[in-house]
Nanobody, 124 residues
């Protein structure tokens, strides 16, 4: 089982940027398709972005495309999410996860290992 630890969240102003990190251990990071999700209070967990094993292909939810960028550094077993032009509605707990898939997937059920999440709060 892969252990995932997110970091980089915090309290920011609308329009600011944040970069989240997800450090992986206990597995071979480069063999996993990875994804970012978020969950706001009272809402279901939603897909944000996914990246293939070598970082050459990505896929985004429509509402974050152009503002968020997913990337990975396999040598450091770390996944990133660069978030720009943050809005109050981006306030949520952000999670990274591993997928047991050979292709990019966006369904919650395709992801198996999850981190504990990092809180992002955007004030307007």
């Amino acid at each position: 089982q892969v252990q995932l630890v997110e970091s980089g969240g915090g309290l920011v102003q609308a329009g600011d940027s944040l970069r989240l990190s997800c450090a992986a251990s206990g597995g071979t990071f480069s063999t996993y398709v990875m994804g970012w999700f978020r969950q706001a209070p009272g809402k279901e967990r939603e897909f944000l972005a996914t990246i293939d094993r070598i970082g050459s292909s990505t896929y985004y939810a429509g509402f974050v495309k152009g503002r968020f960028t997913i990337s990975r550094e396999n040598a450091k077993s770390t996944l990133y999410l660069q978030m720009n032009s943050l809005k109050a509605e981006d306030t949520a707990v952000y999670y990274c996860a591993t997928a047991r898939a050979a292709r990019l997937v966006s369904s919650l059920s395709d992801y198996y290992d999850w981190g504990q999440g990092t809180q992002v709060t955007v004030s307007s």
